[in-house]
Structure formats: C-alpha cells, structure tokens
C-alpha cells in the first residue's frame, strides 16, 4: 500500500510482532494498539504477569525486555518486536526457584502475591546491576513497584537473602 | 485500558522520520519511549490517528564528551544517561537522571521525549537550563540549533515545527571550579516532582560567585528561571544574606499551580527549602567535597 492509502484508509492494518519470550520465540499478527502486557497475558496466555493499576504507577506488570525492567502497560507489544523478554514463569530453572522466588516464600515476602510478579523481575534486574545491594539501595530498585498488604520489610529482607545465596 | 486505535510506523531513518511526520501532519506523533504518550493515549488525552516510532533508529541515542562538550542524543534514555561516563562526571547529570520516576520508566523514557512533551513537571528540561545546553533540531526545512530557554512555547508545546524533532542535547562540560546540584521533592518514585530546584555555579578566589545558573522546575507552567536571582549572586562573594535574598527572590518568580501534590504556599516553601539546599550542595561541590545528591521523598 502507497502512504497516502495507508492515510486514507480507515482501516487499521496489523502488524506483525515477533518476540522471544522466556526462551521461547513467538510471533503475532496484532492491532498497532495492543500492549506488551496483553500480548504477553491475552495472546500468549502467561498470565503470571498481572495488570494493577494499568497506568504505570505500581508495576505489577514489570517483565524485563532485553535485561532492562520495563512496566508492560506502557509499552506496545510492537515496540518489543524482536526483542527478548523475561516474566516470571520464565525464572525457574528445571524445576527449581530462582533464589530470588525462594527467598521471598521463605521470608515471607508476600501475602497476597498480587504484586509478587513485579516484585521479583525489579529484583532480578536489581540484583543484576548491583549483587550485593544495601537496604536503601533495594528500597530505590524496587521503588516503582507497590505493595499494598505484606509491607516492604520482609521483601527488602528477601531481596537480600537471595543476593546472599547468589554470591554463594 | 487500550488507546484509540492507530497506524504505526516505524521510521529506520531520522529523515524518513521526518517524511512521514510531515507527510501525515496534524494526526500524527512521534513516538519516543512513550512514558508519557502511551499514558496521554491510554486516558484519552490525547488520540493520534498515527504513531511514528522513532526508537529504532540508529545513532540517535549515543552519549559523548568531545573537548569541552557533552553531546547526549535524543533517544538515550534516562537510565542510559544516568549510568553514563558523562553523569560519572557531571554530578548534577546523575542527581537528575537517578532521580527520574522508578527503574522501569528510566529503561524506556528519552531525553528528547522529556523536552518534546514540555511538560514543566519533566526534570531534564529545568537541568539542562542550568547547564545552558542547546538543542539541535531537525525538520523538513533543515536542521537549527535553539536554546534549551527557548524551546517551551508554553505548557505542552513546544516551539518546533510539525515534523521537527529533536535530535541532540549539547553543553559546556562545567569548568574545575565550579559545582551544581539538582533535587526534587517527591511523594513516591512514580510521581512526578512536587517541586524541584537545579543550580549550577563556578566559584573563582575568595568564593566569589562568578557565574551562577539556577532554575525551578514544577513551580509554573514553564521552567522558572530568574535572571535577577542570578545577579544577586554573580560577581561578589558568596553570603548567607545574598543566598537568601536570590533564594527568595526566584521563589517569588514562581506561579506553582495549586493540585493534587499541594497548595500553593506549600508549593512555595518547598521549593524555598530545595533552593537552599541546592545551593549548599553545589557550593560544597565547587569545594571539591563528593556528595551523592538525590531526589528527595516524603
Ligand atoms: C509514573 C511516571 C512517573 C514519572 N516521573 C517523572 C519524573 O519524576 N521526572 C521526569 O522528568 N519525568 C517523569 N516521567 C516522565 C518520563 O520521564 C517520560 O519518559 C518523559 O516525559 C517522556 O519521554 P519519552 O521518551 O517516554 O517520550 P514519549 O512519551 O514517547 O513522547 C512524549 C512527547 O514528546 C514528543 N517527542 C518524543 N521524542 C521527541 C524528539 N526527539 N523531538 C521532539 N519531540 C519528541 C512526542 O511526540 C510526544 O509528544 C514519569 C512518567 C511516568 C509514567
Ligand atoms: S499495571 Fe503496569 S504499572 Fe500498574
Ligand atoms: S503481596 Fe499483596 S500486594 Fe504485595
């Protein structure tokens, strides 16, 4: 189609969206308006990632792309074309926790579990800048993600009993 | 929550960018890392019949220091720059940048998409005044380069051309003498500032203040600047009663719009505070003292 078709046209053509997600490659015909989040939760069905406020305040809905924490409500699925990404389900390793996951069941770092997905990707991409984090440091990596009922204590705690397992 | 549907485009060149801009006119936006965009779209703000997403496009995002200039592209992102040699360098770069929203909004939010919004909450434009950076703008009629002061029109708009864009940032590297200090008051990470205060100056013999930058950001619908408050304190040695008096004196040239993030006076005595401290910070960097600046929260 010559550009000024694509102008007058109403209609909306699809775009094509390749991504490799947790290992696995996928690929989509979607709507340009489609967001990461739903192409991750709706389209590909791995509904470990959850949707909280859908307006980039509490991060429920962080997955990393390409190593770099992003919220996936404000990115588009588009955006993401060829890129690799990493949700939650992708964290065990043949059948075993990250010890990220394993800290926080064991330290109580969660209570509901609602923004636990959010939780541990900000951690992952912490932990990989900065393996042995202080508390403050821990409290800024995981700022932009909102916890509204286990408290932040035992997570910062978890966080740093996983980078104490992980340097071991 | 879905945005009004739209074509996408992605552009693989800075003037197929500008092609398509110019080409789709009024519907069209460029789309940057979206941090604030996707936002406006997804609430209905705003409702583009066209995206043209410029993150792919090569080269536009590189982060330098050339002889006495810092150049940073127009796509690096804030948590690009803040890890950059040049933030290593230029404490004020890394009070800013860190200080930015959460981890998350700093892997995908740019520099030129903190100046095209002209948002005054945005923290990149009231820093690069202090620093007296210019911008290189390029659009259908060619390339220009504008002052950073010159670029907001007024709140959300800028003074570019349809189809003009942003494509790079460049400012002295500050002299050995001379220390700046950025900081924000903020209720959490992802919000934007209450308020926030940038200074920037160079100290010759016996503290006298020989130059001196300083600007406001959230405190107006524009980047808050006072040339006044600057004169007070350029060319003398620096006092307790000049600090004060410049300190009060851009304070009163602010107009902080009462919201959610508090009333006016509340405003206004923040940013007195965040001046001052600002201040005491850039001094005690001009002294040569490292001191890991940051935004401030509640
Ligand atoms: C929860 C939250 C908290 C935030 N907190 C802060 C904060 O504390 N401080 C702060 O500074 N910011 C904050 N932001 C905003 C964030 O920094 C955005 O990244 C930034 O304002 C826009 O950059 P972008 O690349 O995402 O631009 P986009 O959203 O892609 O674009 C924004 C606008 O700029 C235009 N544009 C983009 N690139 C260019 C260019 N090269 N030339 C000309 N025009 C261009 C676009 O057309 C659009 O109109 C926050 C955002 C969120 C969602
Ligand atoms: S759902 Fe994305 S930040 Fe809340
Ligand atoms: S565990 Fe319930 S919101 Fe965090």
Same mark, same amino acid.
């Given at each position: 189609m010559s550009m000024s078709e694509v102008i007058a046209s109403k209609e909306i053509s699809g775009v094509s969206v390749q991504v490799t997600i947790n290992g696995q490659a996928y690929q989509r015909e979607v709507e340009p308006r489609l967001l990461l989040v739903q192409l991750i939760r709706e389209e590909l069905g791995l509904t470990g990632t959850h949707i909280g406020c859908?307006?980039?305040? %509490? /991060?429920? %809905?962080t997955v990393l792309v390409d190593g770099n924490p992003v919220k996936s409500c404000t990115m588009l699925a588009i955006q993401a074309d060829q890129c690799e990404i990493l949700t939650? +389900? /992708?964290? +065990?390793?043949d059948s075993e926790l990250h010890p990220l996951q394993k800290a926080f069941s064991e330290n109580h770092g969660l209570q509901c579990g609602f923004c636990t997905p959010g939780m541990l990707m900000s951690s992952v991409a912490l932990l990989a800048e900065n393996p042995d984090p202080s508390p403050d440091e821990i409290r800024k990596g995981i700022s932009g993600n909102l916890c509204r009922c286990t408290g932040y204590n035992n997570i910062i705690k978890s966080v740093q009993a996983a980078a104490k397992e992980m340097a071991d | 929550m879905y945005p009004a549907p739209f074509h996408y485009h992605r552009a693989d060149s800075l003037q197929e960018a500008i092609s398509l801009l110019s080409e789709l006119g009024e519907s069209a936006r460029a789309l940057a890392g979206g941090q604030t965009l996707l936002v406006w779209m997804k609430l209905r703000f705003d409702e583009p019949q066209h995206l043209v997403d410029l993150s792919r496009i090569p080269g536009l995002s590189d982060i330098s220091m050339e002889g006495d200039e810092v150049c940073i592209g127009a796509l690096a992102t804030h948590a690009e720059i803040t890890k950059s040699a040049v933030a290593d360098a230029i404490p004020i770069v890394h009070d800013c940048g860190s200080g930015i929203a959460d981890a998350q909004v700093r892997s995908r939010g740019t520099i030129g998409g903190s100046l095209g919004s002209a948002d005054p909450s945005c923290d990149w434009p009231t820093l690069l005044h202090t620093l007296d950076a210019t911008l290189t703008c390029v659009g259908s009629e060619g390339t220009r380069k504008i002052s950073v002061s010159d670029l907001v029109e007024d709140i959300y708009t800028t003074i570019l051309k349809p189809a003009e864009l942003i494509t790079e940032i460049r400012f002295k590297i500050p002299p050995a003498n001379s220390g700046g200090s950025y900081t924000a008051f903020k209720r959490c990470a992802p919000a934007y500032p209450t308020a926030s205060a940038g200074v920037q100056l160079t100290l010759a013999d016996g503290d006298v203040c020989s130059d001196i930058r300083m600007a406001l950001g959230s405190a107006g619908l524009k980047t808050i600047t006072s040339k006044k408050a600057e004169d007070i304190l350029r060319g003398s040695p620096l006092t307790k009663a000049g600090i004060d008096k410049a300190t009060e004196t851009i304070v009163a040239a602010a107009e902080p719009v009462p919201d959610q993030r508090g009333s006016e006076d509340f405003k206004r005595a923040v940013l007195h505070t965040l001046v001052k401290r600002a201040v005491d910070i850039a001094v005690r960097r001009c002294h040569g003292e490292t001191i890991r600046g940051r935004h401030e929260y509640v």
């Amino acid at each position: 189609m010559s550009m000024s078709e694509v102008i007058a046209s109403k209609e909306i053509s699809g775009v094509s969206v390749q991504v490799t997600i947790n290992g696995q490659a996928y690929q989509r015909e979607v709507e340009p308006r489609l967001l990461l989040v739903q192409l991750i939760r709706e389209e590909l069905g791995l509904t470990g990632t959850h949707i909280g406020c859908d307006v980039t305040y %509490c /991060g429920a %809905c962080t997955v990393l792309v390409d190593g770099n924490p992003v919220k996936s409500c404000t990115m588009l699925a588009i955006q993401a074309d060829q890129c690799e990404i990493l949700t939650v +389900e /992708g964290l +065990e390793q043949d059948s075993e926790l990250h010890p990220l996951q394993k800290a926080f069941s064991e330290n109580h770092g969660l209570q509901c579990g609602f923004c636990t997905p959010g939780m541990l990707m900000s951690s992952v991409a912490l932990l990989a800048e900065n393996p042995d984090p202080s508390p403050d440091e821990i409290r800024k990596g995981i700022s932009g993600n909102l916890c509204r009922c286990t408290g932040y204590n035992n997570i910062i705690k978890s966080v740093q009993a996983a980078a104490k397992e992980m340097a071991d | 929550m879905y945005p009004a549907p739209f074509h996408y485009h992605r552009a693989d060149s800075l003037q197929e960018a500008i092609s398509l801009l110019s080409e789709l006119g009024e519907s069209a936006r460029a789309l940057a890392g979206g941090q604030t965009l996707l936002v406006w779209m997804k609430l209905r703000f705003d409702e583009p019949q066209h995206l043209v997403d410029l993150s792919r496009i090569p080269g536009l995002s590189d982060i330098s220091m050339e002889g006495d200039e810092v150049c940073i592209g127009a796509l690096a992102t804030h948590a690009e720059i803040t890890k950059s040699a040049v933030a290593d360098a230029i404490p004020i770069v890394h009070d800013c940048g860190s200080g930015i929203a959460d981890a998350q909004v700093r892997s995908r939010g740019t520099i030129g998409g903190s100046l095209g919004s002209a948002d005054p909450s945005c923290d990149w434009p009231t820093l690069l005044h202090t620093l007296d950076a210019t911008l290189t703008c390029v659009g259908s009629e060619g390339t220009r380069k504008i002052s950073v002061s010159d670029l907001v029109e007024d709140i959300y708009t800028t003074i570019l051309k349809p189809a003009e864009l942003i494509t790079e940032i460049r400012f002295k590297i500050p002299p050995a003498n001379s220390g700046g200090s950025y900081t924000a008051f903020k209720r959490c990470a992802p919000a934007y500032p209450t308020a926030s205060a940038g200074v920037q100056l160079t100290l010759a013999d016996g503290d006298v203040c020989s130059d001196i930058r300083m600007a406001l950001g959230s405190a107006g619908l524009k980047t808050i600047t006072s040339k006044k408050a600057e004169d007070i304190l350029r060319g003398s040695p620096l006092t307790k009663a000049g600090i004060d008096k410049a300190t009060e004196t851009i304070v009163a040239a602010a107009e902080p719009v009462p919201d959610q993030r508090g009333s006016e006076d509340f405003k206004r005595a923040v940013l007195h505070t965040l001046v001052k401290r600002a201040v005491d910070i850039a001094v005690r960097r001009c002294h040569g003292e490292t001191i890991r600046g940051r935004h401030e929260y509640v």
